[in-house]
Structures are given as structure tokens and as C-alpha cells.
């Protein structure tokens, strides 16, 4: 008898723990907040477009391949005013150069020769070019412009462009504008003006010489 009551006051213990049981609420999950990230450097692929991630983009000498190290919108300078170093082996080996200028009214193009350090006004203009060094194989190096050799790998002029007695290229603040003989290199920080476009077409060399590519 004491067997049987045991055995069903069991089954009744067993029947209120799973009404329990059913009627307990289950509570949500706690969203997860993440963290903050761990800085760390940015690959050029995260960026937005036209920026580059931050810190100096020159390192020495640049490879042909990267087009010389011309400035791209976009990269970062190093500060500081640049200077022009004439190697020895270019120095006193060109004479003047070859610049294209385009009328873009009439469409008209004229080739001129320059001579080096000097000026030069466009015909019929109030446009004063002053013409500066030639760098035959132009490169960058820090804040150095100069000429990895003689050979006109990668010509580039430098120059001054004045309408009446205001400089308009380079900006205001910079002291020397340049030309490029390449044709991809001619849209990096061309000249810009409402009817004249300048060009180089190329250096020329004093009589007599030559360079080890002719």
C-alpha cells in the first residue's frame, strides 16, 4: 500500500516540474555589440577613389615603369620647395628646346626653339613663356628634380607662363611649371588655358654632340 502512494506521489511531483517547465519564458539572446577596431594601416583598395592612404609615397628613385615619379593627383608630397639639380653629364650638353602651342580658336599649331634659360612671348599674344632647364631623363627624388642620364628618356622643361605681368603656371606660391615630351605624362599638371595649350616636343642639343642612343 505504502508502495502505491509513493508511486504516485512521484507522478505528481513529475507533472507539476513539467507544467513549470512549459510555462517558464525563454529569454531572447542579448545582441552582440562589436568592439572598436584595432588600428592598423589601410590598403589603397579601402580608400575612397582619388585618395591615396596617408604617409610619404616617395621612397627614392622610381622606377621607369612608374612613369619617373611624376606627381599624380591624389599622392603625397613631401614639403618643402623643390630644387633643380643639372647633373654634370647633362649640364651644358643642351642648348634650347622645341615647344608645340596650339591655338585652340583657330586651330592652329606652331613649333618654336627656345632657347634654355631665356624668354619666349606667343606671337600675336600677351602669353610670356620663360623656359628654365632641360632634364633630359627626368626623376624625383624627395624634393630634387634631375636627370637620371643624358638620354632623352623622359624629357621635361621647366617653365614660367605669364599673361601680362601675372603668373599663371605654375600656381601662385611655385616656382616652376613643367612641359613633358610623353604623351601620358602630359595630362599630370598641364598647362591650362582658354585658347593656348603647350606641348615639348623635345630638347636639342648643342652642334656637335650627340647622345649615346644616336
Known amino acids: ?37 584595432a588600428p ?26 612608374e612613369q619617373q615619379s611624376v606627381p599624380r593627383p ?36 606652331q613649333e618654336y626653339a627656345v632657347n634654355l634659360n631665356s624668354d619666349f612671348t606667343i606671337p600675336n599674344s600677351n602669353l610670356n613663356i620663360h623656359v628654365g632647364e632641360f632634364l633630359p631623363d627626368f626623376k624625383m627624388e ?7 642620364s643624358n638620354e632623352p628618356k623622359n624629357p621635361a622643361v621647366g617653365i614660367r607662363v605669364f599673361e601680362g605681368n601675372k603668373q599663371i603656371f605654375p600656381a601662385p606660391g611655385k616656382q616652376w ?14 598647362f591650362n588655358h582658354p585658347r593656348y595649350s603647350l606641348t615639348l616636343k623635345e630638347g636639342v642639343l648643342k652642334k656637335g654632340l650627340t647622345t649615346a642612343s644616336e
Open 74 to 109: 591624389g599622392m603625397t608630397m613631401p614639403k618643402g620647395k623643390t630644387r633643380i639639380v643639372v647633373p654634370e653629364a647633362v649640364r651644358g650638353n643642351w642648348s634650347a628646346v622645341k615647344i608645340v602651342v596650339e591655338d585652340k580658336i583657330t586651330k592652329k599649331i
Open 40 to 65: 592598423g594601416p589601410i590598403s589603397p583598395e579601402q580608400m575612397p577613389p582619388g585618395q591615396m592612404p596617408p604617409g610619404p609615397m616617395m621612397q627614392g628613385p622610381i622606377s621607369p615603369e
Open 1 to 37: 500500500m505504502k508502495k502505491k502512494v509513493l508511486a504516485v506521489t512521484l507522478c505528481l511531483i513529475l507533472a507539476i516540474s513539467v507544467s513549470a517547465c512549459k510555462k517558464k519564458e525563454t529569454k531572447p539572446p542579448v545582441p552582440q555589440t562589436p568592439g572598436p577596431m
Open 177 to 190: 611649371g613643367w612641359l613633358w615630351s610623353h604623351k601620358e605624362l602630359q595630362t599630370a599638371h598641364p
Open 142 to 148: 624627395g624634393l630634387v628634380l634631375t636627370s637620371r
